[in-house]
């Protein structure tokens, strides 16, 4: 039975491959095929979840340190949850797709990053962690740039550079946490660090780990990709790089947070400053925002930092924090499924009319009532609104803030948590208006969005985002049946072994946080979004882009600092350490040294020397009718001195030395696998 851990993370792999070849012959035949690798993976991560509950498989001799997998309720959970998500969107790629070019290159890509991705969840040591990290980070990387345009390329680039940079950063702080501890076994993490000495070098590692996973969950400062690979990406692929992999971002952050610093108060605190910049500064963008896929892509941001402030909860709260191991956990799973919908939603406007601007999209969903129902089931879901999935999971956070204490700064990180949900509110509803209630201002445009209330969409993406929404509000209604089992079920890897108090999820202290985020949103989107980003054009109202053009992080600070600034400090560095020897070898042969002048007789020369220096000589004084003042031959033996005393200069240069050291580590490396492929 152990061997369904090696099928659920290498089956989608091994069908990514055979439906590439199967591709070569028939589209169709490949997107049945892929439709069935999909919807048997996730039959297979349900049995998974069942029959290996409690069990590990240790795959050793593979890739070094060995393969582990283990299986309990969060890993399965989530596996489960991502596997959904690709069946999903998987069966609404083949519409979405109809029209795209290299399609089949879409699918090899997709089937591999799914493999990974399960590996990533059910990884049981950070090394099979990070493995599988960095396939998924890769394969993914296709999909930003799936359609070659300029700006998908340069999209592409961006999140490239974030998890390559966020990927050598995470190694360094697993060799660091290795050599500290002696493991990197998930399970044995808390004892290892309990027992060492030295806390300042588990902070360092730590802090190296927590930059290359928050890299990849799009927590601030190293969001940049979010906002960029988003609006460029597919509808599907923006779907889970939203919903799935940035969660697996997560997934090293919670396992960072509760195994190496749980309860530690100082890395609760920082996490919280962290994940209280991510919720607000991303809900921000959101309001500034004008495309459809760029709000909801600066939404997950946001999301995100919810997150990332249930985490810093658990750390700070210890042992009584049941509130914000749920509500972590919740918000996890809900943002996921409620990002899916939305996102397909996005992709069915793109795929119909080949636009995302608020201004161009505005009116596209009116008379469509399948479509306005699936959208809103999202938007009140992640707006938290009672009754809805979202709003169990942001309460539960909620309550674990309040729970610390009510000191000034946490009073304060209430009002920012309950501010963020409530731009939250502004924004989704800044999007539903415009593209449910209002008109085009175009009639023609609005004319021709009327007329495909019947033919916008086929039933096999009905069904995707049918029954994707309708997880939503079942959730919400009724928690205790599903959201509280669920989260029970996942406790345990978060390192909580009894559930905690009740929370009362529609009593009136539960409901006054969400009301309070709801009446903030309804302030901002009637007196900010609807005058100060709707200004009045022709007797218009139209949406307006108010984010300064300038205030993007990447071309302000990211861009010139990799591509200017640390190269030329390098070189500088480089190029003082390379002469300071070389320098210092001038010196004192000046000085102490004392090194004589070239002699004026400088030894024999090659015998061809000696004929062309002959032959100059004859040809100064006989030829050119002038006195000789110098000897080439004489000339030619003083070179001869010098190119030896050059050439004894780079043997003693530190340059010199670093060279003859990098092509003996080549030449060591290169015997090493030679010999390892010969026996």
Known sequence: MKSLFVIVVFYPMLGAILGYLIGRKSKEARNYFADFVVISEFCLMLLALVKLQGEELFLDEICGMGLHFAMNGFRGLYGLIAAFMWMMTMIFSREYFAHYRNRNRYYLFQLVTLGATVGVFLSASLYTTF???????????????????????????????VAVIGGMVLLMGLFLLYNEIGTLEIAELA????????????????????????????????????????????????????????????????????????????????????????????????????????TLACSSMSQIGFILVGIAMQCLLGEENALAVHGTFLHMMNHSLIKLVLFMVAGVVFMNIHELNLNEIRGFGRHKPFLNLAFLMGALGISGMPLWNGYISKTLIHESIVEYG?????????????????????????????????????????ARYDAMSSSYMNAQSRFAIGVSALVLPVLGIFPTLTMDRLAQLSQGFMGLSEYGHHVHYFGWESVRGGLISLAIGVVVYLFVVRTFFMPRRNGVRVYADRWPAWMDLENLIYRPLIQYILPTVGQFVCRIGDSLVDTLVVVLRKTIYNDRKIPYRTGRLPKADVLFGTFMDWYAVRLRHRDQAVSYRRSLRRRKVERKESRLMIRRSLSYGMQMVGIGMLIVVGYLLLYRFAH
């Open 191 to 294: 004892q290892g660090c309990e027992a060492s000495p030295h806390r300042t070098r588990l902070y360092v590692a730590g802090a190296c780990i927590l930059f290359g996973f928050a890299a990849k969950a799009g927590a601030f400062p190293l969001h940049i990709w979010l906002p960029k690979a988003h609006p460029v990406a597919p509808a599907p692929a923006s779907a889970l790089l939203s919903g799935i992999l940035t969660k697996a971002g997560v997934l090293g952050i919670l396992i960072v947070s509760c195994y190496m610093f749980y309860g530690d108060k100082p890395w609760g605190s920082m996490l919280l400053l962290f994940g209280v910049l991510t919720m607000f500064g991303g809900a921000v963008l959101a309001v500034f925002s004008v495309d459809l896929k760029r």
């Open 131 to 161: 493995l599988f990290f960095e396939i998924m980070s890769f394969t993914s990387y296709v999909w930003v740039a799936q359609d070659e345009r300029k700006e998908s390329l340069r999209a592409a680039e961006t999140y490239l550079a």
């Open 406 to 446: 009510s000191s000034p700064e946490f009073v304060f990180v209430e009002w920012i948590f309950l501010i963020s949900g409530g731009l939250t509110a502004a924004y989704m509803t800044k999007l539903y208006v415009a593209l449910f209630v209002e008109r085009n201002t175009d009639e023609k445009k609005q």
